[in-house]
């Protein structure tokens, strides 16, 4: 299990930064723009990512670069407000890609995934009402900064199904099993504590 798991969710953390780009402050231009951006990111994220770690899975490797990326620009950032505002944004991005996007593509592969869901959901209780107090500050909603960055996501996503299934000699539908199967084992593994622990401390530390 322990093969497999990690890939499963690490990628996620690839995600979150693209996320947070397009609805940060002042980085959240119009829509397109916003998309464009992100399209940008990804692929230089991607390219850098294959020819940095040539022996790792994709997914894992982009997860590196950009949790990197993303720790650097919470460092570099001297308002504290902004800094809060980042990391709530890094926050959504991981959990909507859990909750949301991942959800989504298994469903589409005839897999509920719902007992991973709600293992997820229930070690981020109290990081997700945090993050909502500061959503209020955000230029757009969650919901509506999801819709635009989905498609990033789900690549991702399904990045990380693809380095899944050929780890563990497996199809991407019984990744997705996996996932349902092993849902507190692979929630307690990716919590974002542990995935990006810059942002957590962030997060964890407003009021």
């Known amino acids: 299990m322990k093969m497999i798991d990690r890939r499963v969710i690490a990628g996620v953390a690839g ?81 909507e890609a859990n909750t949301v996007v991942r959800t989504e593509y298994c469903r589409e592969l005839g897999v509920d995934i719902g007992p991973f869901v709600k293992a997820f959901e229930s070690r981020h209780v109290d990081l997700l009402q945090k993050a909502k107090k500061l959503s209020a500050d955000f230029p757009t909603t969650v919901e509506h900064a999801t819709e635009l960055m989905k498609p990033q996501m789900r690549e991702v996503i399904a990045q990380e199904a693809a380095d899944a299934a050929a780890k563990g000699r497996m199809s991407k539908r019984q990744v997705c099993e996996f996932v349902a199967g092993h849902a507190d084992a692979i929630a307690s593994r990716g919590t974002f504590a542990k995935i990006q622990p810059d942002a957590y401390a962030i997060l964890n530390d407003a009021h």
Do not use: W
């Not at 402050?25 to 940008?40: D, I």
């Not at 590196?64 to 709530?88: C, G, T, V």
């Open 15 to 95: 995600v979150v930064c693209f996320f947070a780009i397009a609805v940060v402050g002042s980085r959240f231009y119009l829509e397109k723009r916003a998309v464009a951006r992100v399209q940008q990111e990804t692929e230089q994220i991607r390219r850098e990512a294959a020819a940095r770690h040539p022996d790792q899975p994709l997914s894992l490797a982009m997860a590196k670069d950009a949790s990197a990326r993303m720790s650097a620009e919470l460092h570099n950032e001297s308002d504290e407000k902004k800094r809060q505002l980042r990391a709530a944004a890094v926050f959504y991005g991981f959990y």
